[in-house]
Each structure stands twice: as structure tokens, then as C-alpha cells.
């Protein structure tokens, strides 16, 4: 679901106009930029510092940016949005949206079948199977595709009191 929202999210802030709106999708930046890397506690901090460079880099040149990483651990998270705070200037904003999906409807609905292949052991260190998924102790939104459809969801009056990321 998180992708699919964060697509979905671009397309609406990109028809609404101002400034572009790029996106980073975890594994996206995971293939091009972070194939070096594994799935341990430490790999994903590293993979997501990557993308908080990224984003900072993007955010400074003027874009909005909607960043869609699998990000299990709270400090990482800190770390990712301290940095992106601190080094992109004016458009440095970040909104921590939390995708509150259940585990079980995760698995049920996996197209790729990379849950299965986790349970089966053939991924290692996968949030929320073998790996602590560690929820947002402060998340700025938080939904869940249970509860919405993914175009509720992103039409939802619910942005706006993140304010305009299109301005």
C-alpha cells in the first residue's frame, strides 16, 4: 500500500500545480543506490541515509519529495529526518506518514509474494517477520488501506493539515 499511496499522492500534488513533485520509492533507490546493501539493522540505515540524501539534495533544488522506504527502526527514522531538516534548506519539511496496515492483510495481498518467500526464509531480516517493526511514536498521519481505499486516501482533506507541499 505505501507505494501505491505515495504514486497516488504525486499524481494529485503534481495536478494541483507549483512545484514538481518527485518520488522515491525504497526499492527503487534500494536497486540503483542501495544494491551494496542487505536487510540488517544496520543495512537499512544505511539504505535509508541514502535516501535522506537524495531527498535533501532534491528539496534544496526545489522539488517536493515523497519518500516511500520500508523504515522499521525509530532512530533511523529520527536520523533520516533530522538530516533532511537541517541540510535542505527552505523546502526541508518532513512529514512522517504511517501506512497502519495489519501484518495479516500485508501477506494476503502481496502481489510479489516477498512474504511468503520471508516466512519461508528466504529473505532475512524482513520488518515485521523475522525483523522488529518498530511503529511511529510520532507519525503526522497516520492511515490505513483497511480502513480506506488507496483514492480515499489520497484525495483525503487529511494533507491539507500537513500543510501545502505544493507551494
Do not use: M
Not at 123 to 131: K, L, P, S
Request: overall charge negative.
Amino acid at each position: 500500500g505505501k507505494d501505491t499511496i505515495a504514486r497516488g499522492l504525486q499524481t494529485v500534488f503534481n495536478q494541483h500545480g507549483g512545484r514538481s513533485v518527485s518520488l522515491l520509492l525504497g526499492e527503487t533507490v534500494r536497486g540503483e543506490l542501495s544494491v551494496d546493501l542487505g536487510f540488517t539493522r544496520e543495512d537499512r540505515h544505511d539504505h535509508l541515509q541514502r535516501i535522506s540524501f537524495v531527498a535533501a539534495e532534491l528539496a534544496r533544488a526545489g522539488a517536493a519529495v515523497i519518500a516511500a522506504p520500508i523504515a522499521p527502526h525509530e532512530d533511523s527514522r529520527k536520523s533520516a529526518k533530522d538530516f533532511i531538516t537541517h541540510t535542505a534548506g527552505s523546502g526541508g519539511n518532513v512529514f512522517l506518514i504511517h501506512v497502519a496496515t495489519s501484518l495479516e492483510y500485508c501477506e494476503k495481498t502481496d502481489r510479489r509474494g516477498v512474504y511468503a518467500k520471508a516466512r519461508r526464509g528466504e529473505i532475512e531480516g524482513f520488518a515485521g517477520v523475522d525483523e522488529v517493526y518498530e511503529t511511529p511514536a510520532k507519525a503526522d498521519l497516520t492511515v490505513d488501506v483497511t480502513q480506506q481505499t488507496i483514492p480515499e486516501i489520497v484525495h483525503s482533506k487529511q494533507w491539507l493539515s500537513l500543510g501545502s507541499v505544493t507551494s
